[in-house]
């Protein structure tokens, strides 16, 4: 296996992006182990902010180890004399800041710089991180510690098949980084793979070269994108290529023995991004896409620019059609405006949820909306807990997805459809690229609708008894 070399660059990010720290003593300090947030205590690192990821890999399907080097650009928000980044396993066989050779310790699943000298605050610099080994998923932290617990990261399949799913924790486990939502940055990832198979990654195919019998698939994601959205997915498939009526480029992966059948669920999908785009604003990528991978792992997930889909959530029936439609929304809420913190997770689900719906509104004449969400409300209510902070083994239940959409639907049926599009299209706008908060939302739609509505949404989000829809 040729050996890639991965760049991981650690940089300032945007303002509203990137994670705040104290700054640090004359003498410098060491970085934080965490970013801070408590759902996920040892998730994250303190004293820089990233910029950008180059990650480089050479992988063969019939050799569970890959060779790899990661490239990190960072900004030190503080004088540093080390810093932590989050790494699951591996041996790390060399790490240099800007060129030079820096000692390095492990401490659980993350690695531990020591620079050569102590870097200023303000200062940009490069972490290069050669590593190797074999790469083993991590069990969900969201998820009721049982023998089946779902796993994220970098998965191998008995045939020798790679994808990667990683919400909340999982990035991990196959590169180096600021394991968390608020440090947002660019991505470029080369994998190095025979010519039997194919690769799909986040943003767009930037180059495929051929050296010999080995292909090099060079990807880019050009906007900011948290870590555990960043996906790689290996396997002998073939690309379906359209565009939107609009002019959004859609690329699809699916195997070569399900091309066909995996196609027939994405024939809306241009006609989804259009719709979308009416309601929240342009899309706001250069292009988008799915990939479905072979496991029935029971989900899709939202991976920028790049869906990943498990084989069961196919369709051609609404229910699956309203799953595309879902993960496509996620492109807006959650991928382009970002979660600061993972307590705010409903922003990402309830909108996508309720999306889900209003597209199934939108193309469906027998969909009723209403009578829909006054159903869900009547036979759900009592089991839907409050959707705003719900602990760490509650982020992915019913109640973010299920109340959160109710929370939007109560509010548009308040203010009215005008006002709240017009929210939907600011707040895309106002945080692109970006992360934000339910604080910052509730005051945009305070700001938007001209009265404060925090009574209203904390009845919604933090009651424990559901209101009754307006």
């Given at each position: 296996v040729a050996l890639v070399t991965v760049a991981v660059l650690v940089g300032a990010g945007c303002a509203s992006s990137g994670p705040t720290h104290a700054s640090g003593t004359t003498r410098g300090a060491a970085g934080a182990g965490t970013i801070g947030d408590h759902y996920f205590p040892t998730s994250g690192n303190g004293g820089y902010d990233v910029t950008h990821y180059d990650i480089r890999i050479g992988y063969s399907p019939d050799r569970p180890q890959i060779r790899a080097t990661t490239t990190v650009e960072s900004t030190a928000t503080r004088m540093l004399r080390s810093f932590e980044l989050d790494l699951a396993g591996f041996t790390v066989d060399r790490v240099t800041v800007d060129g030079r050779p820096a000692d390095v310790s492990r401490h659980r699943a993350k690695i531990v710089v020591h620079p050569s000298t102590t870097l200023a605050e303000s200062r940009r610099f490069v972490t290069r991180v050669t590593y190797h080994g074999v790469p083993h998923t991590i069990t969900d932290p969201s998820e009721p510690k049982t023998a089946d617990a779902g796993q994220l990261g970098w998965t191998r399949t008995s045939d020798g098949d790679v994808f990667v799913v990683s919400e909340p924790v999982g990035a991990r486990t196959w590169f180096p980084g600021n394991d968390h939502p608020s440090d947002k940055a660019t991505f470029a990832v080369t994998v190095t793979v025979p010519d039997s198979v194919a690769v799909a990654a986040n943003g767009t195919l930037h180059r495929r070269a051929a050296?010999?019998?080995?292909?090099?698939?060079?990807?880019?994601?050009?906007?900011?994108?948290?870590?555990?959205?960043?996906?790689?997915?290996?396997?002998?498939?073939?690309v379906q290529r359209s565009t939107s009526a609009a002019g959004v480029p859609i690329r699809n992966y699916f195997r070569d023995d399900a091309f066909g059948f995996d196609s027939q669920s994405f024939t809306k999908t241009g006609t989804m991004i259009d719709y979308f785009s009416s309601l929240f604003g342009a899309y706001p990528f250069g292009a988008y896409g799915a990939v479905v991978v072979q496991p029935k792992i029971g989900y899709a997930l939202e991976t920028q620019t790049m869906s990943v889909f498990g084989s069961d959530m196919l369709g051609t029936d609404l229910d699956a059609e309203m799953t595309v439609a879902h993960e496509l929304a996620h492109q807006w809420f959650g991928d382009s405006v970002g979660i600061r913190r993972w307590a705010d997770i409903w922003l990402n689900e309830g909108w996508a949820t309720y999306a889900q719906y209003l597209w199934a509104a939108h193309s469906n004449s027998s969909f009723d909306l209403d009578r829909t969400m006054i159903d869900l409300r009547a036979s759900e209510g009592a089991k839907l807990t409050p959707p705003n902070n719900p602990g760490p083994d509650g982020l992915f239940t019913g109640s973010i997805y299920e109340r959160g959409a109710l929370t939007l639907h109560a509010l548009r049926r308040t203010i009215g459809d005008t006002k709240f599009f017009e929210i939907a299209k600011q707040w895309n706008a106002k945080y692109r690229y970006s992360t934000a908060t339910t604080t910052d939302f509730i005051a945009l739609t305070s700001a938007v609708f001209g009265r404060d509505l925090t009574t209203f949404f904390h009845a919604w989000l933090d009651a424990d008894t559901i209101p009754r829809l307006p």
């Open positions: 050296p010999g019998r080995r292909q090099a698939w060079e990807w880019t994601m050009d906007q900011p994108m948290a870590t555990y959205l960043a996906t790689v997915v290996i396997a002998p498939m073939r």
